[in-house]
């Protein structure tokens, strides 16, 4: 329904209510926002991400090696 109304888009879809087209109008846009924000700042975290090391380091007096070290 762009370039239309909030009378014009409320009498088109049949509902009675023209203050609930621009109720729905301003939330949509308000999430649009907040998903611009959000999008922002991932990037952001995405390019300040540590690089993990591909090789564990195994201290040389550990008696046993197990999974415990393949987290780090």
């Keep these: 329904?762009?370039?239309?109304s909030d009378n014009e888009t409320a009498k088109e879809l049949g509902t009675g209510s023209t203050s609930?087209?621009?109720n729905h109008r301003f939330?949509?846009?308000?999430k649009?926002?907040?998903?611009?924000v959000f999008l922002a700042i991932m990037e952001l975290l995405g390019e300040q991400a540590p690089r993990k090391h591909s090789f564990v380091e195994i201290p040389?007096?550990?008696?046993q090696v197990d999974d415990c070290f393949?987290?780090?």
């Design 1 to 4: 329904m762009a370039g239309l």
């Design 20 to 22: 609930t087209i621009r």
């Design 27 to 30: 939330t949509l846009r308000e």
């Design 32 to 36: 649009q926002k907040q998903a611009k």
């Design 60 to 63: 040389r007096g550990s008696r």
């Design 70 to 72: 393949a987290g780090q």
